[in-house]
Every structure is written in structure tokens, then in C-alpha cells.
């Protein structure tokens, strides 16, 4: 993939390099250097992870306000969810963006889900993304929704609000609206939708 990674007007590449079995690197080739973020992505059997495509670059986007696009690298991809992450350069760094707080360690998000449980992940306006998560347990949906402002290479949490219902109704009447899934609201541009 290419676009503008470092802030500098100019095209750079960026793809994702197999290290060894379950280890891969993000790389951003710039004009001057190759910056390099290493990826670790759930690797139960190492011989299947890169066969199924895991992990790749699927968009760049500008998440924060600095200038260039922040590489969205799919980590991996079950039957209704996947996993996503951010990268930024920063200098001569390329830095997983944090998720503050998160109880995953990993700083990924989890996107998706089925009939029970799903979230919505998106963005709400730039540099703000909303969460809407939900889940049906004991005759009951609770419902959890929050807001998140970018901040340089952070998702800071800025609002949270949850509740249960008996029904779960139209999301669109239900705080933060998140119209869409999967970061598609944010700009930039994507080579797939997971």
C-alpha cells in the first residue's frame, strides 16, 4: 500500500513483513529510512496464521491531527469479528497507538460480532470515535457506549455511558450514534473492508 505515513507530502510504502512463525513487523519505507513496528498477533498454530492473510495492511487513515495517514493493520478474523490496530509515526519511530484505558493489552480493537453480543466502532466526527457495544444476557441488553478523542499516537477515553433494556430497538436512538462499522467514516483510504 502507499500514502503519506510520516507527514512529509511524499508517498511512502508500507506493508507487513514475516520475522518467523507468529512474528511480523509493520514496515513504512519513507523517503529516508524504514521504520519498522513489530506485530504479534494471537498465533495458536504459527503454521496458520500468514496462510490466511494475518496480519495485513487494509487502510490508511488520519486518526490524529499531525500530518500523513496512521496504517490500520487487520490483526486477525473470525466468523462475525476481527481485530484491528493503529500505528503512527512519530520521528524516526513507527508506535502502536494506544487504547487508554484498556483492559486488552494488546490495544486492538475488537470489531463485530453476531446476533448476542456485537460493536460498532467508527468515527463520530474527525479525530473523535464512538464505541457502541452490546450484549444480550438473563432476558436483558446491556448496552455500553463510549467516546474516544485521538490524541498524537492515543485513543483517550473521553465519555462512557451504559444501561439495560429488555429491547434493544433502533441503534440510531442509542448514545454515541456510530452509523457504521469499521472505520469507514474516519477518511483516508482502504485496500479492503475486513
Known amino acids: 500500500m502507499f500514502g503519506d505515513v510520516d507527514g512529509d507530502g511524499r508517498s511512502d510504502r508500507v506493508w507487513v513483513r514475516r520475522v ?8 513504512v519505507r519513507t523517503g529516508q529510512r524504514d521504520l519498522e513496528a513489530s506485530l504479534r498477533p494471537w498465533c495458536d498454530k504459527p503454521s496458520e496464521v500468514w496462510p490466511q492473510g494475518f496480519p495485513r495492511v487494509i487502510a490508511l487513515r488520519p486518526m490524529n491531527r499531525a500530518r500523513g495517514f496512521e496504517p490500520e493493520v487487520l490483526m486477525w478474523h473470525g466468523a462475525s469479528n476481527y ?17 487508554d484505558p ?12 453476531f446476533a448476542m453480543a456485537f460493536s460498532l466502532h467508527n468515527c463520530l466526527r474527525p479525530h473523535v470515535v464512538g464505541v457502541l457495544q452490546a450484549g444480550y444476557f438473563r432476558r436483558r441488553w446491556s448496552i455500553i457506549g463510549e467516546t474516544y478523542r485521538v490524541e498524537d499516537s492515543r485513543f483517550v477515553r473521553t465519555a462512557i ?11 440510531s436512538s442509542i448514545w454515541p450514534n456510530v452509523r457504521s462499522d469499521g472505520f469507514d467514516r474516519c477518511g483516508g483510504f482502504a485496500r479492503e473492508r475486513p
Open 161 to 171: 455511558r451504559s444501561r439495560k433494556v429488555r429491547r434493544l430497538g433502533e441503534t
Open 20 to 27: 518467523g512463525p507468529c512474528r511480523f513487523a509493520l514496515v
Open 102 to 113: 484498556e483492559l486488552n493489552p494488546r490495544n486492538e480493537w475488537n470489531v463485530g460480532g
Open 83 to 99: 481485530g484491528l490496530r493503529f500505528f503512527a509515526a512519530r520521528g524516526r519511530r513507527l508506535l502502536p497507538m494506544r487504547i
